[in-house]
């Protein structure tokens, strides 16, 4: 089995304050959505919260525009 390096992100899970190098030929980047969940190298779930938080208010929003189009009066008073 080969690994395409092109594909493969590396994450490190660290201190703060530590260095680690990376892999030759494998992109390190400092967060990654694995299963809908979005692990930051800190272990911090801020950005995870605020991705959530903005997909909720987007169908929110959806969800206002087609009760007003079908009813033709706001969901929301």
């Not at 208010?57 to 008073?77: A, E, W």
């Given at each position: ?49 605020t ?5 909720c ?21």
């Open positions: 089995m080969t690994i395409n390096r092109s594909k493969t992100k590396e994450i490190v899970f660290r201190r703060p304050y530590r260095f680690v190098s990376s892999i030759d030929g494998v992109e390190l980047v400092g967060h990654v959505k694995i299963l809908g969940v979005i692990l930051h190298k800190h272990l911090s779930f801020d950005l995870h919260v991705e959530l938080l903005k997909q208010s987007q169908r929110v929003f959806f969800t206002c525009c087609v009760c007003y189009v079908i009813k033709g009066s706001p969901l929301i008073n």
